[in-house]
């Protein structure tokens, strides 16, 4: 099967300090891949590289290659608008605009051109059902998306990512600051996404990494220590580091 | 114990002299507003009527309105804001989303912030040299404005950068996410959230304006001209000039005396009128943003 993004021996300095080592994982497509690791190991800077939040950082500097869709994306003439929107993010704290509901999903088909009503309409309707969150809003959809809770600004930040048909949704501790019934919310979300979208996921929790992902890659001090199967990596761990951090012994 | 009751008994009274010193002192700067807005209301409200804020000056400006100071007053803040508002927005918004930090950023802060150093009487000197004689205005509209509109640059490229720091980046972030651009970025979502916060701080702005006598001196101001500018290479007469004028070199002066205080009331209302408009703006502003 052909990898959807791969990345061979990336290393990210910010200024003169060295934040990843090396790092070289490819992604199947379909598949919800679990990046773990204490704080500070690299694991948010690493999913950043793939749809160049870094660029956003000053004093960045970058070496390696990283494919997404078979693409080199850090070419001068890559077109970082259009991997934005084939690769969605879902931030760790959700971050709604002050608009409606329905223009917070519309937000991303508006910037890339899509005007017409109908369209939108359908879209959107379509994305809050695919975020589970289109019963809970349906009658409401005119009303500041900052009256929804956490948890279902946190699902409304998914459907906003998911209208604009990326085929990759990067998620950044996605469920960190939402109570334990809206993260289950969004496990099962994840669960079910992996069918049309390929899935990486910075966590954590380790029980949320095991339930939700297939594959697990650990991340410790800027390197990739151990990368497998989540299931082999979390009963059969290979190397001491990781055994220590999925038992509790550091992190 | 090792708390001993008398500490607590020191501390508690410590407190309540304290909290009494800060409630004189805040005491003391409500009181002076108001002796001077009472001051100056008991001195000026026996002229202020209709005709007053509507007819031209008479007898050597002891007697009539004061209608062509409050045109020109007027005329004098819609030009400055026309050429202020613009460039100090947009200037703002380069410096606050686009520039990284560099010396260039630095640099350009570093100029906004001695240009809100400069005396008006500076301003004014310049805007004499620069726009009267060099390009040929003239004490004119134009020449006043741009003079103004520049010395109120500094403040209304502030406010912006001020508003538009305090939009969190986590909203910026997550519309780039979604494939925006960097224009589309801030024109759709960080400016309507910085909005109201700018709206204030142009206001402001407006209210420094109208009240500045400095900048007008040598650019625009008549010491009497009973009629209406016809165009923006005209001369008028300004709030603040003519009561400059009217209290120190006029025909008359005590026989000037109530119109002066009547002028400065009417200066005061408007500054006042602006600054609760402001208040609306925003608030209303500030709701619209989360409705959208």
Redesign the interface.
């Known amino acids: 099967m052909e990898y959807i993004i791969t990345t061979d021996k990336v290393n990210l300095f910010y200024g003169e300090s060295q934040a990843l080592k090396d790092i070289s994982i490819d992604f199947l497509p379909n598949t919800v891949t679990a990046l773990i690791g204490p704080s500070g190991c690299g694991k948010s800077t690493y999913l950043r590289l793939f749809?160049r939040?870094n660029d956003?950082i000053?004093n960045v500097k970058i070496t390696g290659d990283i494919t997404v869709e078979g693409e080199n994306i850090y070419q001068k003439d890559t077109n970082i608008?259009?991997l934005?929107?084939k690769v969605?993010?879902v931030?760790q704290?959700p971050?709604?605009?002050?608009?409606?509901i329905f223009?917070n999903v519309a937000?991303?088909l508006?910037?890339?051109g899509v005007n017409d009503m109908s369209t939108l309409k359908e879209k959107v309707e379509f994305s809050l059902k695919q975020a589970a969150l289109w019963d809970e809003v349906k009658d409401k959809l005119k009303k500041?998306a900052?009256e929804l809770s956490g948890g279902q600004q946190q699902r409304l930040?998914i459907a906003?990512?998911l209208a604009?048909e990326p085929s990759i949704i990067l998620m950044d501790e996605p469920a960190s600051a939402l109570d334990p019934i809206s993260t289950a919310k969004i496990e099962e979300l994840i669960y079910e996404l992996k069918s049309k979208y390929t899935i990486v996921i910075v966590t954590h929790n380790l029980q949320q990494a095991g339930r939700v992902s297939d594959y697990t890659a650990f991340f410790y001090l800027g390197e990739l220590i151990e990368k497998g199967v989540t299931k082999e990596l979390f009963i059969n761990p290979k190397n001491i580091k990781t055994q220590n951090y999925i038992t509790g012994r550091f992190g | 114990m090792i708390i001993s009751k008398k500490v607590i008994r020191n501390k508690n009274l410590k407190e309540k002299v304290a909290f009494n010193i800060f409630r004189v002192f805040s005491a003391i700067v409500v009181l002076s507003l108001v002796a001077i807005l009472s001051f100056i209301i008991y001195n000026g409200i026996s002229v202020i009527n209709w005709n007053f804020l509507t007819q031209m000056p008479e007898d050597g400006m002891t007697k009539g309105g004061i209608y062509p100071a409050i045109i020109g007053t007027l005329c004098l803040v819609a030009g400055s804001m026309i050429f202020a508002i613009p460039i100090g927005v947009f200037s703002g918004i380069y410096i606050n989303e686009y520039t990284?930090?560099s010396w260039y950023k630095r640099f350009i802060k570093l100029m906004t912030n001695n240009l809100a150093g400069i005396p008006s009487i500076v301003f004014g000197l310049f805007g004499m040299s620069l726009f009267v004689n060099t390009l040929g205005f003239g004490d004119s509209i134009i020449a006043g404005s741009l003079t103004l509109g520049l010395m109120v640059l500094p403040v209304v490229i502030r406010t912006t950068e001020e508003a538009l720091k305090a939009v969190?980046n986590?909203?910026r972030?997550?519309?780039?996410?979604?494939?925006?651009?960097k224009l589309?970025t801030v024109r759709?979502?960080v400016l309507?959230?910085a909005f109201p916060n700018i709206i204030t701080g142009i206001i402001l702005s407006v209210g420094r304006v109208s009240g500045e006598t400095a900048p007008i001196l040598f650019t625009v101001a008549a010491y009497f001209l009973p009629k209406l500018p016809s165009s923006i290479f005209d001369q008028v007469m300004a709030l603040p000039y003519h009561l400059y004028v009217i209290s120190t070199s006029g025909t008359n002066v005590e026989a000037s005396r109530p119109i002066a205080y009547g002028t400065a009331m009417v200066l005061i209302g408007f500054v006042l009128i602006v600054n609760l408009l402001a208040n609306a703006l925003r608030k209303y502003f500030g709701k619209k943003?989360?409705?959208?």
């Open positions: 749809n939040m956003l000053d608008v259009e934005r929107r969605g993010m931030f704290k971050n709604p605009f002050p608009k409606s223009e937000y991303g508006r910037v890339n500041s900052f930040c906003r990512a604009i | 990284k930090d969190d986590s909203f972030h997550g519309s780039l996410a979604l494939g925006a651009t589309q759709k979502v309507p959230m943003v989360k409705m959208n």
